[in-house]
């Protein structure tokens, strides 16, 4: 079964995320949420697979604001994105960090999702080699990629289905793994994307808020 993640970002509120938790409760076995961190232990304690949209490299520590692999945890998250392309871009998380991240995450056995993703204009194999060699180093267990063009992201710009085959295809020659793949995913396309036959899943924003959309692309998917 393909894996289907949802990721809100900074959006819905507390009665919002009440009235999802109800209205996928159909689907909860279908997909992994990944809310504000704030209601992660809503979709928990209403038994949904449940992951964080960032972490911190570190257990414990004076880190004002910041959440540990330790803590996510403990609470009973199962998954964590880390280096998704607005933690790199807006907030300046480098390679270096995201290392860090995806090593301290892994050591509290969380299962992680690493985003990486091209820009226009720039060399697509070029820069993904170096975000997965640089993101992973010295880290031998299993983590799943999320593959995300950034033009494509809340855009409504999908790069065609061969070409996201040939991405998700390199990135498999370099690390054997699941990718999923993002960027503007909705119910118009879904048919489309899932004719990849190498793609393992998908990482969905925008679309991830109303849920008539997410049981539309769900009732495709599995």
């Known amino acids: 079964m393909k894996i289907v993640v949802l990721n809100h970002k900074m959006n819905l509120n507390y009665e919002e995320i009440k009235k999802y938790i109800k209205a996928l409760e159909n689907y909860k076995d279908k997909v992994v949420i990944m809310p504000s961190s704030i209601y992660a232990g809503k979709f928990i304690d209403n038994n949904y697979k449940t992951g964080l949209q960032n972490i911190y490299c570190e257990d414990k520590g004076m880190f004002t604001g ?3 692999p330790m803590q996510a945890k403990s609470l009973g ?15 300046k998380e480098d390679d270096e960090l995201i290392n860090k991240k995806v090593k301290s995450a892994l ?12 820009n226009l204009n720039e060399n697509i194999n070029e820069a993904l080699l170096k975000q997965i060699t640089n993101d992973l180093k010295y880290i031998n267990e299993d983590v799943i990629i999320a593959y995300e063009p950034v033009y494509a992201i809340g855009t409504g710009q999908v790069p ?15 690390v054997n793994t ?7 995913i909705n119910s118009n ?22 849920i008539e959309e997410v049981i539309k692309i769900l009732e495709v998917v599995v």
Do not use: P, W
């Open 160 to 174: 065609s289905v061969q070409d996201i085959e040939k991405r998700i295809t390199y990135i498999k020659s370099l």
């Open 178 to 184: 699941k990718v999923l793949y993002g960027g503007s």
């Open 107 to 118: 050591k509290n056995n969380l299962k992680v999702i690493l985003c990486i993703g091209d």
């Open 77 to 91: 998250i199962k998954y964590v994105l880390i280096g998704h392309s607005e933690r790199r871009n807006i907030f």
């Open 189 to 210: 396309n879904i048919k489309e994307l899932n004719k990849i036959s190498n793609l393992d899943g998908y990482l969905i924003g925008s679309s991830s808020l109303d």
């Open 66 to 68: 910041e959440i540990s």
